[in-house]
């Protein structure tokens, strides 16, 4: 069982940036890919960044390469999303998720956060 808890959400201008972390519970946590998810209002929830146990594979949706960065700490179950050049198009709540599937499919992901809201003002 791996329970997850993101903070880090918030308001910020257009340009800004964001760090979301997500803390994990359970021993299990390095044998999980870890991703980073959004869901904007009126829309499916979609992949945004995710990472191996060992952090030495990173996948990102095209939309946020260049902008986001996903890294881990396995020693502190946590793992993060540093997010720069915000932009409105990227406002949305965002879900830490914990997955066996290397493709980050989002109805294969075995546990979910429970959402952390990120607004970008224009």
């Known amino acids: 069982q791996v329970q997850l808890v993101e903070s880090g959400g918030g308001l910020v201008p257009a340009g800004g940036s964001l760090r979301l972390s997500c803390v994990a519970s359970?021993?299990?946590?390095?044998?999980?890919?870890m991703g980073w998810f959004r869901q904007a209002p009126g829309k499916e929830r979609e992949f945004v960044a995710g990472i191996s146990w060992s952090g030495g594979m990173t996948r990102y949706t095209g939309s946020v390469k260049g902008r986001f960065t996903i890294s881990r700490d396995n020693a502190k179950n946590t793992v993060y999303l540093q997010m720069n050049s915000l932009k409105p198009e990227d406002t949305a709540v965002y879900y830490c998720a914990a997955t066996k599937d290397l493709t980050f499919t989002p109805r294969r992901v075995d546990y979910w956060g429970q959402g952390t809201q990120v607004t970008v003002s224009s």
């Open positions: 359970g021993r299990t946590f390095k044998s999980y890919f």
